[in-house]
Nanobody
Framework: QVQLVESGGGLVRPGGSLRLSCAAS????????MGWYRQAPGKEREYVAN???????NYANSVKGRFTISRDNAKNTVYLQMNSLKPEDTAVYYC????????WGQGTQVTVSS
């Protein structure tokens, strides 16, 4: 069973930066895709970004140009570098991995506030 451990959330001022990490372990299958979703209070979970095993990346329009997703295949770790953060980026961020099924991390809180 895949286990995901997230880190890097916190409180940051508008315009600031944070870097999220998510390390996966325990998978018996190769990881095809890794990525991030987020859920703000009172809203549905929404897609943020993903990266596949070949390194192709995709982003939601709302974060394109500000967030960068990367991956260390040797460590089965995915990163989300978040720059130029806005108050509307405030949410719980969940990482996921897709092998033959989806597995989710526990979530890490990101708060953007002055």
């Amino acid at each position: 069973q895949v286990q995901l451990v997230e880190s890097g959330g916190g409180l940051v001022r508008p315009g600031g930066s944070l870097r999220l990490s998510c390390a996966a372990s325990g998978s018996s299958f190769s990881i095809k895709s890794m990525g991030w979703y987020r859920q703000a209070p009172g809203k549905e979970r929404e897609y943020v970004a993903n990266i596949n095993s070949g390194g192709t990346t995709n982003y939601a329009n709302s974060v394109k140009g500000r967030f960068t997703i990367s991956r260390d295949n040797a460590k089965n770790t995915v990163y989300l570098q978040m720059n130029s953060l806005k108050p509307e980026d405030t949410a719980v961020y969940y990482c996921y991995v897709f092998t033959v099924v989806m597995a989710w991390g526990q979530g890490t809180q990101v708060t953007v506030s002055s």
